[in-house]
């Protein structure tokens, strides 16, 4: 049974809104249906809400009229529904975009000022729509190979976002259609739009996937408008109706218990609007489902991970990411409102504020009258784990931050492989500070809906080199990606976390995997920590390769910024490059120099656009070369963008540790011209390993020296007590690890 709100409007609004507002009542228009409608994102007591807070100054009224003024606009334009002719970023393409996204905004202001031409304005655009989909075939632009094309838009996916906007617009101006325009609109559109991406797309509907959410979300919320109950169980269920798939599987698979979606970040902020969407569709009609409550809130942890995996505002790129997208996405501001609207969490308004945008919703209302009376609190950023797989045992993304100077983040990723939009990156990690990304990953080779650049798709060197292992900040065999880039093993694969510990002097974490090679054994420990004598930060890594045979081990670093130093000698090709290799990523980097330190420390100094000077300092061995790349080499169409990197690479040896450390120091300010602490304090590093005990000492021109003990024992507790003698002298830690200062 469907539980329904009825909205009765006498005079729709009062005629001191009216006024105030500059529009004419529709009481003298249309008669209108004592119905139903609105039932989904927005309900009758919403619009009632809406309706009063117009009059009130503040951010709501200032949302409404910016919303009414765009409006108003697109009505002087014409109605466009065009036959569908372009991919991604074309014109048709994007006036399908456009449509749905005004049909909606009308339907909101329709809602709030009973204006009729809102409600004209959706109607036209969407009986214009009844009349063109029936004659559709599928879209002339469909890869030929896809098993999910739409008709509207060159996948069924665009469908999808266009029928859930679609349907909440109906819904919002279902009360101002007569009897025969709304059975126009619903056999002619709704109807048939709902069929196609349901049994006439069982493959991608029933799929555990961000385009199967969609779906589900798009017929599911046709349902409940329609009081279609067998679209609503299905859109849950699947189309059997059995729970292997459908929107409930969907939450019970794609989240981890911590609320991590298993494609990355990325692609967590583009799943969030379906579900968070079609959830509060659900609560208003069925609240006894307590949909936000199921599995352990699942949804709410989700918003509150999408946030957390941001930094300055942008989410951390992981796999198929765009590095552009950030906090103030659409999806995420639906996602934080919703939240809000739930929980009245006030650290949600610091990111709303964020996100400068008030969506003229209910909940949308309540973010709006809490930030006007000052309510939000300082959002945590915090060290976290976010556990990978449905079941949180498939590896995990690892997130540690710390505030020396400004914002830190380090990402450490033994995280699984994220299906088809999964990276060859197992134990990978980044690097952000000072609000930049110092330690880079490419993300995706795509031009987002720039019809030139392959229709806006993905480029065909996402396949040969973003989604690479070379591409990323991790090891690599015989200059083969992980999983020979075999993705069926890759999803089958996935590295443990060994360990994760977080205070406010040192953040560590260590991962391993065996299945990224045959026979090889890769395992990483990361650290952030702080030297509180000199209130100055370094990343501490220790990446240990253990091979049944001779191998070649590389351990590329993408890095942001301008070489400024090495205290190696350089051989530069300087009137001729070749590319490092001919596969796997290797045949897109040029190799641009080379050098060979002796044993002791090699160090490499970059400046980055913030202002400060980084340098890599490395334990080098006399047999480590270093390759510097740079990024577009077989690039004909010239699709990936220009960037940097060092390769570290051991030859013929089946066993071998990494140690390095990542210092930032100093500033450059050109505009006042002057440079202070250009060169790294760093000048001697040293590894120890006694059984599970990792010792690594950074030596300072202070004379003074940094050590970190780490008890590598997984099955040690945070109890534990380790002793051990460094340098003739004895040292004492409870825990999994400690900072020592040692002054010489």
Do not use: C
């Amino acid at each position: 049974m469907f539980l329904h709100h009825t909205h009765k409007k006498a005079n729709l609004v009062s005629a001191a809104i009216a006024l105030a507002l500059g529009v004419s009542s529709i009481g003298s228009a249309t008669p209108l249906f004592a119905a139903t409608h609105p039932n989904l994102v927005i309900n009758a007591g919403d619009v009632d809400a809406m309706q009063g807070a117009v009059n009130t100054p503040g951010r709501f009224r200032n949302a409404f009229l910016a919303s009414k003024k765009s409006v108003d606009e697109s009505l002087q334009v014409p109605v466009a529904v065009p036959v569908p002719l372009d991919a991604g970023g074309g014109y048709t393409h994007e006036q399908h975009k456009n449509n749905y996204q005004l049909m909606y905004s009308a339907g909101v202001l329709y809602q709030i000022t009973g204006d009729a031409k809102y409600a004209e304005r959706v109607r036209d655009m969407l009986i214009a729509y009844s009349e063109l989909y029936p004659t559709l075939p599928l879209h002339p632009k469909r890869r030929p190979d896809a098993d999910n094309p739409g008709k509207l838009f060159w996948q069924s996916l665009n469908e999808a976002v266009w029928l859930v906007y679609t349907i909440q617009a109906y819904d919002l101006v279902r009360t101002a259609l007569t009897d025969s325009e709304a059975e126009k609109i619903e056999q002619g559109l709704l109807r048939p739009v709902a069929r196609f991406l349901s049994i006439e797309s069982p493959e991608t509907f029933n799929k555990v996937h961000n385009h199967g959410t969609w779906l589900t979300a798009g017929v599911g919320m046709t349902g409940y408008v329609l009081d279609e109950q067998e679209l609503v169980e299905q859109s849950l269920l699947d189309l059997e109706k059995s729970g292997k798939g459908g929107f409930l599987q969907q939450l019970n698979t794609l989240f981890s218990p911590d609320g991590y979606y298993n494609e990355g970040p990325y692609y967590q902020r583009y799943a969030l609007m379906p579900f968070v969407t079609f959830a509060k569709a659900i609560d208003n009609n069925e609240p006894e489902r307590e949909i936000f409550s199921y599995r352990d809130g699942a949804l709410l942890k989700a918003i509150d991970t999408s946030i957390q995996l941001s930094y300055n505002g942008l989410f951390f790129p992981i796999n198929d990411a765009i590095k552009s997208k950030g906090i103030d996405t659409s999806e995420l501001v639906q996602g934080v409102a919703i939240a809000y609207g739930k929980t009245g969490n006030p650290q949600l308004l610091d990111i709303a504020q964020k996100q400068q945008q008030i969506l003229l919703t209910g909940d949308g209302l309540k973010v709006a009258q809490a930030l006007d009376a000052g309510e939000k609190r300082a959002y945590d950023f915090r060290s976290a784990v976010f556990r990978d797989g449905k079941d949180g045992d498939e590896g995990a993304l690892v997130v540690m931050r710390q505030k020396i100077g400004s914002d830190q983040a380090l990402v450490f990723k033994p995280a699984a492989q994220g299906m088809g939009h999964g990276h060859f990156d197992k134990l990978s990690w980044q690097f952000y500070d000072h609000g930049s990304e110092i330690v880079t990953d490419y993300g995706s080779a795509r031009f987002l809906n720039v019809e030139a650049k392959h229709g806006g798709r993905y480029l065909p060197e996402n396949e040969t080199y973003a989604k690479q292992t070379v591409a990323h900040n991790t090891v690599v065999i015989d200059e083969t990606s992980h999983f020979n880039s075999d993705l069926k093993i890759g999803n089958s694969n996935h590295p443990e976390l060994l360990f994760f510990h977080a205070d406010d002097q040192i953040k560590i974490s260590s991962a391993s995997i065996d299945s990224a090679y045959p026979g090889v054994t890769l395992t990483r420990t990361m650290a952030l920590v702080n030297d509180t004598d000199s209130s100055s930060t370094f990343v501490i890594d220790l990446f240990d390769v253990q091979a049944n045979n001779n191998r070649r081990l590389d351990l590329p670093l993408h890095y942001n910024g301008q070489l400024v130093d090495t205290n190696f000698k350089l051989h530069s090709y300087t009137d001729r490059i070749s590319a490092l290799g001919k596969n796997n990523g290797y045949q897109h980097l040029w190799l641009k120099a080379r050098g060979k330190p002796d044993a002791g420390l090699a160090q490499i100094t970059w400046l980055n656009d913030n202002g400060r000077f980084y340098t890599h300092s490395t334990i080098a061995d006399g047999r480590t070369e270093l390759l510097f790349t740079e990024l577009g080499a077989n690039d004909p169409e010239f699709n990936l963008r220009s960037e940097k990197a060092f390769i570290a690479r051991h030859d013929k040896t089946n066993a071998h540790t990494f140690v390095s450390v990542l210092e930032p120091h100093g500033e450059y300010n050109p505009s006042r011209e002057f440079t202070l602490e250009a060169e790294s304090r760093v000048i001697g590093l040293s590894h120890e390993r006694e059984g599970k005990l990792e010792l690594v000492a950074i030596d300072l021109k202070s004379g003074n020296s940094l050590l970190l003990a780490i008890n590598g024992d997984v099955s040690a507790t945070e109890n534990a007590s380790t002793s051990f003698t460094f340098r003739d002298k004895p040292y004492q830690f409870i825990g999994r690890g400690q900072l020592f200062s040692i002054n010489d």
